[in-house]
């Protein structure tokens, strides 16, 4: 994949601002340097992102949004050993002491321990993470002999790694507090004109590797649908990258595998909830609902205004033109008559 890129990827480039205007992007690093382009996708965590200047300003609530939403704290201690340390626990523990979690492993196909890892979260990260490095290290250590006593001399502390002081991220993911979904969910990942967002951050169904993921496939539909926007008016619509949207968690030929959500060959015409295998939402099974046009114009903009309590997580996104353009391509696609 990388070597299918025009230019290479420029490393340790570090943006401080995103400026838009109708035809382009430009997106100012640390060193002063500026780059010109049509459209600009970050994927850059929010706690990053809300040190980088744009203009002109986002909405209101986006901004907050990004400024307000936290990051869970986390430190990883990595060590090796030399010796049997534990006596008469288990290699690995989850404990209630300052260092959580300890994980023993593996690591030269002996079967014998020769790595350790202490995860630590939250408070007990930032309790760490406050502290001078040697202060640090002597504490980390005398925490774990304090429950290992045989350890001493037997484990030797080679790395550890702070996230929540890492610049590029400040933490390890969004720790939402209680009301921020509600009053951020919907907030977060709209495009700014030209400035799309991408990143686990903005995934509706997924977290982690696979939310990022989600997020890299929602967001080229929309660049390319935004594209749509400023080509010449007569330029066509493109309705697979229309779809692309949907193609996390539908497949459409018979006999593919149901995703997030089911497969939807033969569906339209038909009652909703139908497709053998798929475990659908009671809301969706009783909903009394047959396909046609007019009833998929409102599931694609609403679905859960449609169906309240349905499990199809989606926000309607599309511009009417586009909305008609994804409903034949869906029925052509789907209708066994056509694709047999
Ligand atoms: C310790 C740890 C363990 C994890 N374990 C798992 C796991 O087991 N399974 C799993 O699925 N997920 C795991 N995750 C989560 C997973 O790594 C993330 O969800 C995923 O990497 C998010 O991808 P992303 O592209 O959204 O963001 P990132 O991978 O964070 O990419 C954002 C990029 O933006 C860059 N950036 C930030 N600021 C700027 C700036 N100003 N200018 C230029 N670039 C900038 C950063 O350097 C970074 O490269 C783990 C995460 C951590 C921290
Ligand atoms: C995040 C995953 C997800 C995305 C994205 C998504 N769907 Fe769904 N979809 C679902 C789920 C889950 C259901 C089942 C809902 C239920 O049981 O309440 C569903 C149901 C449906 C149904 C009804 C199927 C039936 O058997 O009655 C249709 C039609 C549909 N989706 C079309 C689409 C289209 C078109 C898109 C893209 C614009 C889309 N979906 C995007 C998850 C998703």
Redesign the pocket.
């Known amino acids: 994949m990388a070597a299918k890129l025009k230019n290479p990827v420029l490393l340790e480039k570090f943006v401080s601002s995103i400026a838009l205007n109708d035809t382009g992007v430009v997106v100012t690093t640390s060193d002063g340097k500026k780059y010109e382009a049509d459209y600009v996708i970050s994927s850059i965590p929010l706690t990053a992102l809300r040190k980088i200047n744009i203009t002109p300003a986002l909405p209101a609530l986006q901004q907050r949004a990004i400024n307000e939403i936290d990051y869970s704290k986390t430190l990883i201690v990595q060590l090796t050993v030399t010796g049997e340390y534990w006596g008469e626990h288990t290699p690995s523990l989850w404990t209630d002491t300052k260092i959580e979690r300890i994980f023993a492993t593996s690591l030269d196909g002996s079967g014998n321990v020769t790595n350790l890892t202490f995860w630590l979260t939250g408070a007990n990260a930032e309790y760490f993470s406050g502290m001078q490095t040697e202060a640090r290290d002597k504490a980390l250590l005398d925490t774990f002999y304090a429950i290992y006593p045989k350890a001493e001399g037997l484990v030797t502390l080679e790395k550890v790694v702070d996230w929540g002081s890492d610049p590029l991220i400040l933490g390890t993911w969004p720790a939402y507090k209680p009301g921020q979904i509600r009053e951020f969910g919907n907030a977060i990942a709209p495009p700014h004109g030209r400035l799309h967002f991408a990143g686990e951050h903005t995934a509706?169904?997924n977290t982690g590797m696979e939310g990022a993921m989600e997020s890299s496939e929602r967001v080229v539909s929309e660049i390319l649908r935004n594209k749509n926007k400023h080509a010449v008016a007569t330029a066509a619509l493109d309705p697979k990258s229309?779809?692309v949207?949907?193609m996390?968690?539908?497949s459409l030929n018979e006999g593919e595998p149901h995703k997030?959500?089911?497969n939807?060959y033969g569906?339209f015409g038909q009652s909703?909830?139908?497709?053998e295998g798929?475990n659908?939402?009671p809301?969706?099974?009783n909903a009394g609902?047959v396909?046609d046009k007019s009833i998929?114009r409102k599931?694609?903009t609403a679905?859960d205004k449609l169906?309240p309590?349905?499990?199809?997580?989606?926000r309607?996104t599309?511009s009417e033109p586009e909305l008609e353009q994804?409903i034949d391509y869906?029925i052509t696609q789907t209708n066994p008559k056509v694709n047999p």
């Open positions: 509706l169904s229309l779809f949207t949907c996390a968690c539908h997030l959500g089911p939807l569906f909703a909830a139908i497709q798929f659908y939402s809301a969706l099974k609902i396909w998929l599931w694609l679905p169906v309590g349905t499990l199809m997580t989606y309607g599309l994804l869906l």
